[in-house]
């Protein structure tokens, strides 16, 4: 029972660089996300989707942009990767808007 | 809107002596509240949730709706309980929205 996965765990990035983070969840979750972890700040949302091929913009969207083509995927894309990007950015999924949510290991990427 | 707050970076106490992580609230509905905590090089993972009422590693928050707040409460720490602990709310009144998270408290219980 897999949860939440999120490839790859590691990313080194040159500015200007694209990249796609991939999470993938197996327990028919409606409801997934994408937040980005820095010190100081807590957890900020980016972008989430209620639902296939649905996707909605969260609190800090700019230079992100995201799919939800398949239910038990959702890729976040960085189109031209800046240093402000550095950070740790977790997914995580649920089965309604005010259900727990379950949250993949996270992926640190750093843009240099 | 919605904002949580939880006013202290970092908390630390002695092992077992008592604990209390603040979290306070803005919410103009019935709020959804819970507690995640994130232990060292670990994934997020749900602590409780106020609608369930339940004690999860010795932990309890209460819904104070007066005060805005849902403090988490351990009335003996344990070393094992040093981490990060995050509060977030939901509001069920704003349909799908997500999660809002505070920026954290980290507990460091020292021996």
């Known amino acids: 029972n897999a949860g939440v996965t999120q490839t790859p765990k590691f990313r080194v990035l040159k500015t200007g660089q694209s990249m796609t983070l991939l999470c993938a969840q197996d327990m028919n979750h409606e409801y997934m996300y994408w937040y980005r972890q820095d010190p100081g700040m807590g957890l900020r949302l980016i972008h989430y989707?209620?639902?296939?091929?649905?996707?909605a913009k969260g609190e800090v969207p700019d230079g992100y942009n995201v799919s939800r083509l398949k239910k038990q995927n959702f890729l976040l894309g960085l189109e031209s990767a800046a240093p402000s990007q550095t950070s740790v950015y977790f997914c995580?999924?649920?089965?309604?808007?005010?259900?727990?949510?379950?949250f993949g290991s996270g992926t640190r990427l750093t843009v240099v | 809107a919605q904002r949580v707050t939880q006013p202290e970076k970092l908390l630390s106490v002695f092992k077992g002596a008592p604990v209390e992580l603040k979290c306070n609230y803005s919410?103009?509905?019935?709020?959804?509240l819970f507690w995640y905590v994130q232990y060292s090089r670990q994934r997020l993972q749900l602590l409780l949730r106020h609608i369930s009422r339940e004690s999860i590693k010795g932990f309890t928050a209460d819904l104070n709706k007066g005060e805005t707040s849902f403090h988490l409460k351990k009335p003996f720490a344990q070393e094992e309980d040093s981490a990060m602990y995050y509060c977030a709310l939901s509001g069920p009144d704003s349909g799908n929205t997500p999660l809002v998270f505070g920026k954290g408290t980290r507990l460091s219980v020292i021996a």
């Open positions: 919410y103009s509905g019935s709020p959804e």
């Open positions: 989707s209620v639902g296939e091929g649905t996707t």
């Open positions: 995580a999924s649920s089965y309604g808007a005010t259900a727990g949510y379950t």
